[in-house]
Protein backbone atom coordinates (compact mmCIF):
# COMPACT_ATOMS: atom_id res chain seq x y z
CA UNK A 1 0.00 0.00 0.00
CA UNK A 2 1.42 3.22 -1.27
CA UNK A 3 -0.18 6.24 1.07
CA UNK A 4 -1.64 8.97 -1.09
CA UNK A 5 1.30 11.58 -1.64
CA UNK A 6 0.77 15.07 0.60
CA UNK A 7 0.70 18.43 -1.11
CA UNK A 8 4.40 19.81 0.65
CA UNK A 9 3.75 21.70 3.59
CA UNK A 10 6.51 24.21 1.41
CA UNK A 11 8.57 23.79 -1.41
CA UNK A 12 11.34 25.35 -3.72
CA UNK A 13 10.07 24.86 -7.36
CA UNK A 14 12.66 25.12 -10.22
CA UNK A 15 11.51 25.97 -13.70
CA UNK A 16 14.19 24.39 -15.67
CA UNK A 17 11.90 25.22 -18.73
CA UNK A 18 12.99 28.87 -17.66
CA UNK A 19 16.46 28.18 -16.99
CA UNK A 20 16.51 26.89 -20.51
CA UNK A 21 15.06 30.09 -22.39
CA UNK A 22 17.09 32.48 -20.26
CA UNK A 23 20.39 30.48 -21.10
CA UNK A 24 19.17 30.54 -24.91
CA UNK A 25 18.29 34.03 -24.87
CA UNK A 26 21.32 35.64 -23.33
CA UNK A 27 23.66 33.08 -25.69
CA UNK A 28 21.51 34.97 -28.40
CA UNK A 29 22.04 38.10 -26.94
CA UNK A 30 25.47 38.46 -26.23
CA UNK A 31 26.89 36.14 -29.68
CA UNK A 32 29.38 35.92 -30.90
CA UNK A 33 31.10 35.42 -27.32
CA UNK A 34 30.30 32.30 -26.19
CA UNK A 35 28.37 31.82 -22.97
CA UNK A 36 29.45 30.09 -19.48
CA UNK A 37 26.03 29.61 -17.08
CA UNK A 38 27.35 29.92 -13.35
CA UNK A 39 25.84 27.37 -11.08
CA UNK A 40 28.22 27.93 -7.73
CA UNK A 41 26.25 28.12 -4.50
CA UNK A 42 24.22 25.19 -5.51
CA UNK A 43 23.05 27.17 -8.79
CA UNK A 44 22.21 30.15 -6.45
CA UNK A 45 19.99 28.19 -4.66
CA UNK A 46 18.12 26.27 -7.72
CA UNK A 47 20.01 22.63 -7.96
CA UNK A 48 23.50 23.46 -9.29
CA UNK A 49 23.24 19.80 -10.96
CA UNK A 50 19.78 20.02 -12.33
CA UNK A 51 20.49 23.76 -13.44
CA UNK A 52 23.36 22.58 -15.31
CA UNK A 53 22.25 19.85 -17.32
CA UNK A 54 19.25 22.31 -18.40
CA UNK A 55 21.93 24.63 -19.51
CA UNK A 56 24.09 22.24 -21.47
CA UNK A 57 20.60 21.84 -23.16
CA UNK A 58 20.04 25.08 -24.04
CA UNK A 59 23.94 25.42 -25.76
CA UNK A 60 25.71 27.08 -22.40
CA UNK A 61 29.35 26.16 -24.09
CA UNK A 62 30.90 26.43 -20.29
CA UNK A 63 30.03 26.17 -16.72
CA UNK A 64 31.26 28.15 -14.07
CA UNK A 65 31.91 26.98 -10.51
CA UNK A 66 34.03 28.97 -7.49
CA UNK A 67 34.81 25.72 -5.14
CA UNK A 68 36.71 22.79 -6.32
CA UNK A 69 34.26 20.28 -4.95
CA UNK A 70 31.49 21.82 -7.30
CA UNK A 71 33.53 21.09 -9.67
CA UNK A 72 34.30 17.61 -8.37
CA UNK A 73 30.73 17.63 -8.34
CA UNK A 74 29.23 18.60 -11.63
CA UNK A 75 31.87 15.74 -13.19
CA UNK A 76 30.83 13.54 -10.68
CA UNK A 77 27.04 14.16 -12.13
CA UNK A 78 28.48 13.08 -15.77
CA UNK A 79 29.01 16.77 -17.18
CA UNK A 80 31.99 16.45 -19.50
CA UNK A 81 31.80 19.69 -20.85
CA UNK A 82 33.86 23.03 -20.74
CA UNK A 83 34.22 23.32 -16.97
CA UNK A 84 36.32 26.26 -15.12
CA UNK A 85 36.57 26.85 -11.23
CA UNK A 86 38.31 29.52 -9.55
CA UNK A 87 38.01 29.55 -5.88
CA UNK A 88 40.81 26.94 -3.76
CA UNK A 89 43.58 27.61 -0.77
CA UNK A 90 46.88 25.84 -0.58
CA UNK A 91 46.81 22.84 -0.75
CA UNK A 92 43.92 21.68 -1.56
CA UNK A 93 44.24 18.40 -4.59
CA UNK A 94 43.97 19.52 -8.45
CA UNK A 95 44.84 15.55 -9.50
CA UNK A 96 41.16 14.19 -10.25
CA UNK A 97 40.25 17.35 -11.47
CA UNK A 98 43.16 18.08 -14.17
CA UNK A 99 42.50 14.36 -14.87
CA UNK A 100 38.58 15.19 -15.57
CA UNK A 101 40.07 18.52 -18.14
CA UNK A 102 38.75 21.07 -16.10
CA UNK A 103 39.92 24.25 -15.85
CA UNK A 104 41.49 25.78 -12.92
CA UNK A 105 42.43 29.33 -11.98
CA UNK A 106 45.89 30.47 -11.18
CA UNK A 107 46.07 33.54 -8.97
CA UNK A 108 49.63 32.99 -7.94
CA UNK A 109 53.04 32.12 -8.59
CA UNK A 110 52.48 29.71 -6.28
CA UNK A 111 49.09 28.18 -6.80
CA UNK A 112 50.07 27.68 -10.95
CA UNK A 113 52.93 25.74 -9.46
CA UNK A 114 50.65 23.57 -7.52
CA UNK A 115 48.30 22.92 -10.35
CA UNK A 116 51.16 21.83 -12.62
CA UNK A 117 52.76 19.24 -10.19
CA UNK A 118 48.85 18.16 -10.05
CA UNK A 119 49.48 17.61 -14.04
CA UNK A 120 52.93 15.69 -13.66
CA UNK A 121 51.42 13.32 -11.55
CA UNK A 122 48.33 12.76 -13.76
CA UNK A 123 50.39 12.88 -17.03
CA UNK A 124 49.07 15.48 -18.58
CA UNK A 125 49.41 19.40 -19.27
CA UNK A 126 46.80 21.03 -16.52
CA UNK A 127 44.45 23.16 -18.28
CA UNK A 128 45.07 26.59 -16.33
CA UNK A 129 43.42 29.59 -16.78
CA UNK A 130 45.36 32.98 -15.14
CA UNK A 131 43.27 35.81 -13.15
CA UNK A 132 44.00 39.13 -13.47
CA UNK A 133 42.76 41.50 -10.26
CA UNK A 134 41.66 44.59 -12.58
CA UNK A 135 40.38 46.83 -9.85
CA UNK A 136 38.12 44.70 -7.11
CA UNK A 137 41.36 43.85 -4.69
CA UNK A 138 39.33 39.91 -4.44
CA UNK A 139 41.49 37.60 -5.73
CA UNK A 140 43.67 37.39 -9.16
CA UNK A 141 47.06 38.62 -9.54
CA UNK A 142 47.75 42.36 -9.17
CA UNK A 143 49.40 44.04 -12.01
CA UNK A 144 52.23 44.12 -10.59
CA UNK A 145 52.56 40.13 -10.05
CA UNK A 146 51.05 40.03 -13.64
CA UNK A 147 53.98 39.61 -15.74
CA UNK A 148 55.93 37.41 -13.10
CA UNK A 149 52.83 35.43 -13.74
CA UNK A 150 52.40 35.11 -17.38
CA UNK A 151 56.11 33.78 -17.19
CA UNK A 152 55.83 31.37 -14.71
CA UNK A 153 53.23 29.96 -16.68
CA UNK A 154 54.67 30.33 -20.61
CA UNK A 155 57.32 28.51 -18.40
CA UNK A 156 55.44 25.68 -17.53
CA UNK A 157 53.46 25.74 -20.83
CA UNK A 158 56.58 24.84 -22.70
CA UNK A 159 57.64 22.18 -20.32
CA UNK A 160 54.33 20.87 -21.41
CA UNK A 161 52.67 20.51 -17.62
CA UNK A 162 50.30 23.31 -18.44
CA UNK A 163 48.22 24.77 -20.97
CA UNK A 164 47.01 28.22 -20.73
CA UNK A 165 43.45 28.40 -21.27
CA UNK A 166 42.20 31.33 -20.61
CA UNK A 167 43.17 34.97 -18.92
CA UNK A 168 39.94 36.64 -17.04
CA UNK A 169 39.15 39.32 -14.41
CA UNK A 170 35.66 40.15 -12.44
CA UNK A 171 34.17 43.64 -12.53
CA UNK A 172 33.35 46.05 -9.54
CA UNK A 173 30.63 48.04 -10.75
CA UNK A 174 29.00 45.76 -13.51
CA UNK A 175 25.47 46.68 -12.24
CA UNK A 176 26.39 50.40 -12.42
CA UNK A 177 26.91 50.83 -16.31
CA UNK A 178 27.85 54.51 -16.01
CA UNK A 179 30.50 54.08 -12.79
CA UNK A 180 33.82 54.91 -13.71
CA UNK A 181 35.51 51.63 -12.46
CA UNK A 182 34.32 49.88 -15.87
CA UNK A 183 36.09 51.59 -17.98
CA UNK A 184 39.27 51.67 -15.69
CA UNK A 185 38.82 48.19 -15.68
CA UNK A 186 38.77 47.53 -19.14
CA UNK A 187 41.62 48.91 -19.67
CA UNK A 188 43.44 47.62 -16.85
CA UNK A 189 42.21 43.91 -18.33
CA UNK A 190 43.46 45.09 -22.15
CA UNK A 191 46.74 45.73 -20.83
CA UNK A 192 47.41 42.64 -19.17
CA UNK A 193 45.98 40.85 -22.04
CA UNK A 194 48.75 42.16 -24.46
CA UNK A 195 51.19 41.78 -21.62
CA UNK A 196 50.56 38.17 -21.38
CA UNK A 197 49.95 37.84 -25.66
CA UNK A 198 53.53 39.35 -25.87
CA UNK A 199 54.85 37.07 -23.63
CA UNK A 200 54.20 33.96 -25.82
CA UNK A 201 50.27 32.83 -24.17
CA UNK A 202 47.54 31.70 -26.91
CA UNK A 203 44.58 31.56 -24.71
CA UNK A 204 41.15 29.97 -25.85
CA UNK A 205 39.09 32.61 -23.94
CA UNK A 206 39.75 36.18 -22.51
CA UNK A 207 36.68 37.21 -20.01
CA UNK A 208 35.58 39.85 -17.77
CA UNK A 209 31.68 40.41 -17.85
CA UNK A 210 29.09 38.76 -15.50
CA UNK A 211 25.79 38.96 -15.92
CA UNK A 212 25.17 42.61 -15.58
CA UNK A 213 28.07 43.87 -18.00
CA UNK A 214 26.62 40.59 -20.95
CA UNK A 215 23.90 42.78 -20.38
CA UNK A 216 25.38 46.52 -20.38
CA UNK A 217 28.58 46.94 -21.56
CA UNK A 218 29.27 45.16 -25.07
CA UNK A 219 32.71 45.88 -24.83
CA UNK A 220 33.22 44.37 -22.15
CA UNK A 221 32.32 40.44 -23.48
CA UNK A 222 35.53 39.11 -24.99
CA UNK A 223 35.32 35.56 -26.13
CA UNK A 224 33.24 34.16 -23.29
CA UNK A 225 30.59 35.89 -20.65
CA UNK A 226 29.91 34.60 -17.30
CA UNK A 227 26.38 34.73 -16.49
CA UNK A 228 25.04 33.62 -13.00
CA UNK A 229 21.95 35.92 -11.71
CA UNK A 230 20.48 35.85 -15.16
CA UNK A 231 20.33 32.40 -15.79
CA UNK A 232 18.07 31.97 -12.72
CA UNK A 233 15.91 35.08 -14.56
CA UNK A 234 16.73 37.98 -12.09
CA UNK A 235 17.88 41.29 -12.85
CA UNK A 236 21.23 41.45 -12.24
CA UNK A 237 21.61 46.00 -12.57
CA UNK A 238 17.60 46.71 -10.83
CA UNK A 239 16.83 50.18 -12.34
CA UNK A 240 19.32 50.24 -14.97
CA UNK A 241 18.88 47.16 -17.48
CA UNK A 242 15.14 48.77 -17.53
CA UNK A 243 16.41 52.13 -18.60
CA UNK A 244 19.31 50.87 -21.19
CA UNK A 245 17.81 47.65 -22.90
CA UNK A 246 14.35 46.65 -24.45
CA UNK A 247 12.65 44.03 -22.34
CA UNK A 248 15.21 41.03 -23.03
CA UNK A 249 12.02 38.52 -21.67
CA UNK A 250 13.82 36.65 -18.78
CA UNK A 251 12.01 34.13 -16.94
CA UNK A 252 12.78 33.94 -13.11
CA UNK A 253 12.96 30.26 -12.27
CA UNK A 254 12.14 30.19 -8.51
CA UNK A 255 8.99 30.19 -6.36
CA UNK A 256 8.79 29.21 -3.12
CA UNK A 257 5.23 27.89 -2.48
CA UNK A 258 3.09 25.94 -0.03
CA UNK A 259 0.02 26.18 2.13
CA UNK A 260 -1.19 27.77 5.14
CA UNK A 261 -0.84 26.07 8.44
CA UNK A 262 -3.72 27.71 10.18
CA UNK A 263 -5.92 30.40 9.97
CA UNK A 264 -7.31 32.22 13.12
CA UNK A 265 -9.37 35.40 14.19
CA UNK A 266 -7.65 37.88 16.14
CA UNK A 267 -9.37 40.95 17.79
CA UNK A 268 -8.52 44.51 17.93
CA UNK A 269 -6.00 45.25 20.29
CA UNK A 270 -4.79 41.59 19.84
CA UNK A 271 -0.95 41.44 19.83
CA UNK A 272 1.09 39.20 17.20
CA UNK A 273 4.22 36.98 17.59
CA UNK A 274 7.28 37.55 19.58
CA UNK A 275 7.79 40.08 21.19
CA UNK A 276 3.97 41.50 20.36
CA UNK A 277 5.83 43.80 17.99
CA UNK A 278 2.45 43.99 15.95
CA UNK A 279 -0.85 44.71 17.47
CA UNK A 280 -4.21 44.39 15.22
CA UNK A 281 -5.73 47.93 14.88
CA UNK A 282 -8.97 46.30 13.95
CA UNK A 283 -10.90 42.86 13.79
CA UNK A 284 -8.81 40.71 11.57
CA UNK A 285 -7.93 37.39 10.18
CA UNK A 286 -4.10 35.57 10.12
CA UNK A 287 -2.91 32.84 8.19
CA UNK A 288 -0.01 30.89 9.46
CA UNK A 289 2.80 30.24 7.07
CA UNK A 290 5.22 27.00 7.80
CA UNK A 291 8.41 28.54 6.66
CA UNK A 292 10.38 30.93 8.61
CA UNK A 293 14.32 32.47 9.00
CA UNK A 294 15.20 28.59 9.18
CA UNK A 295 14.44 28.22 5.05
CA UNK A 296 16.54 31.57 4.50
CA UNK A 297 13.46 33.85 5.08
CA UNK A 298 14.86 37.60 6.37
CA UNK A 299 14.30 38.08 9.34
CA UNK A 300 14.23 41.74 9.16
CA UNK A 301 11.88 41.59 6.10
CA UNK A 302 8.99 41.98 9.04
CA UNK A 303 7.33 44.66 8.15
CA UNK A 304 7.96 45.53 4.93
CA UNK A 305 7.50 41.71 2.83
CA UNK A 306 4.44 40.15 1.31
CA UNK A 307 3.08 36.72 0.50
CA UNK A 308 0.61 35.68 -1.98
CA UNK A 309 -2.45 34.13 -0.37
CA UNK A 310 -6.22 33.98 -1.86
CA UNK A 311 -5.58 36.36 -4.84
CA UNK A 312 -4.18 39.42 -2.79
CA UNK A 313 -0.73 39.95 -1.32
CA UNK A 314 -0.75 39.88 2.30
CA UNK A 315 1.31 41.47 4.53
CA UNK A 316 4.00 40.26 7.27
CA UNK A 317 3.11 41.03 10.44
CA UNK A 318 4.66 40.93 13.57
CA UNK A 319 8.19 39.01 13.96
CA UNK A 320 9.51 36.17 11.59
CA UNK A 321 10.03 33.06 13.74
CA UNK A 322 12.85 30.28 13.05
CA UNK A 323 10.03 28.18 11.45
CA UNK A 324 6.73 30.28 10.91
CA UNK A 325 5.61 33.48 10.26
CA UNK A 326 1.93 35.12 10.34
CA UNK A 327 0.47 37.05 7.61
CA UNK A 328 -2.44 39.23 7.97
CA UNK A 329 -5.65 38.54 5.97
CA UNK A 330 -7.89 41.26 6.10
CA UNK A 331 -10.97 39.49 7.40
CA UNK A 332 -10.48 36.65 4.78
CA UNK A 333 -10.99 33.49 5.69
CA UNK A 334 -9.40 30.92 3.66
CA UNK A 335 -9.31 27.36 4.86
CA UNK A 336 -6.18 26.04 6.24
CA UNK A 337 -4.12 24.36 3.63
CA UNK A 338 -5.12 27.40 1.94
CA UNK A 339 -1.74 28.10 -0.55
CA UNK A 340 0.63 30.99 -0.44
CA UNK A 341 3.11 31.85 -2.61
CA UNK A 342 6.46 33.69 -0.80
CA UNK A 343 7.97 34.22 -3.81
CA UNK A 344 7.75 33.57 -7.49
CA UNK A 345 8.25 35.13 -11.04
CA UNK A 346 5.78 37.73 -10.29
CA UNK A 347 3.57 36.95 -13.31
CA UNK A 348 0.63 36.31 -11.17
CA UNK A 349 1.13 39.25 -9.15
CA UNK A 350 3.20 37.03 -6.28
CA UNK A 351 5.94 39.28 -4.85
CA UNK A 352 9.54 38.66 -6.25
CA UNK A 353 12.90 37.60 -5.13
CA UNK A 354 14.11 41.33 -5.72
CA UNK A 355 11.17 42.46 -3.91
CA UNK A 356 11.74 40.88 -0.59
CA UNK A 357 15.41 41.72 -1.21
CA UNK A 358 14.31 45.17 -1.49
CA UNK A 359 12.08 44.79 2.13
CA UNK A 360 15.55 44.46 3.52
CA UNK A 361 18.13 45.76 1.80
CA UNK A 362 20.06 43.20 0.06
CA UNK A 363 20.18 41.77 -3.34
CA UNK A 364 18.11 38.91 -5.05
CA UNK A 365 21.09 36.98 -5.40
CA UNK A 366 21.20 36.72 -0.93
CA UNK A 367 17.62 36.15 -1.30
CA UNK A 368 17.31 33.14 -3.35
CA UNK A 369 21.16 31.73 -2.37
CA UNK A 370 19.80 31.56 1.38
CA UNK A 371 16.32 30.15 0.63
CA UNK A 372 16.58 26.73 1.72
CA UNK A 373 16.39 24.94 4.90
CA UNK A 374 14.14 22.31 5.04
CA UNK A 375 12.64 23.38 2.41
CA UNK A 376 11.98 20.85 -0.20
CA UNK A 377 13.06 21.32 -3.42
CA UNK A 378 11.44 20.42 -6.41
CA UNK A 379 12.42 20.96 -10.86
CA UNK A 380 9.69 20.85 -13.05
CA UNK A 381 9.64 21.54 -16.70
CA UNK A 382 11.30 18.63 -18.28
CA UNK A 383 15.13 17.07 -17.70
CA UNK A 384 17.64 15.70 -19.63
CA UNK A 385 15.93 12.85 -20.34
CA UNK A 386 12.88 14.46 -21.65
CA UNK A 387 10.89 12.65 -18.56
CA UNK A 388 9.26 16.22 -17.38
CA UNK A 389 8.19 16.41 -13.90
CA UNK A 390 5.36 18.66 -14.87
C1 LIG B 1 29.51 34.62 -9.23
C2 LIG B 1 30.43 35.04 -10.31
C3 LIG B 1 29.94 35.34 -11.60
C4 LIG B 1 28.48 35.43 -11.93
O1 LIG B 1 28.03 36.73 -11.58
P1 LIG B 1 26.53 37.20 -11.91
O2 LIG B 1 26.53 38.62 -11.48
O3 LIG B 1 25.63 36.35 -11.09
O4 LIG B 1 26.31 37.02 -13.35
C5 LIG B 1 30.87 35.59 -12.60
N1 LIG B 1 32.19 35.56 -12.35
C6 LIG B 1 32.69 35.32 -11.11
C7 LIG B 1 34.16 35.32 -10.90
C8 LIG B 1 31.83 35.07 -10.05
O5 LIG B 1 32.33 34.84 -8.83
Known sequence: MTEPTAPARAEIVVDLDAVRHNVALLRRHVAPAAFMAVVKADGYGHGMVEVARAAREAGADWLGVATL?????????????????????????????????????????????EVAAAGDRVGRAARVQLKIDTGLARGGATPADWSG??????????????????????????????????????????????????????????????????????????????????????????????????????????????????????????????????????????????????????????????????????????RICMDQLMVDLDGDRPAAGEPFVLLGPGSSGEPTAQEWAEAVGTISYEVVTRVGGRLVRRHVGGSVDGAGAR
Open 69 to 113: DEARALRTAGDRGRLLCWLAVPGERYDDLVAADVDVSAYSVAQLE
Open 149 to 318: LVAAARGHERAGRVRVTGLWSHLVASDDPDHPANAAQEAVFAEALAVAEEAGLEPEVRHLANSAAALLRPAARHDLVRCGLAVYGLDPAPGHTARLLPDLGLVPAMTVQGRLAMVKEVAAGSSVSYGHAWVADRDTTLGLVPVGYAEGVPRAASPGAEVWVAGRRRPLRG
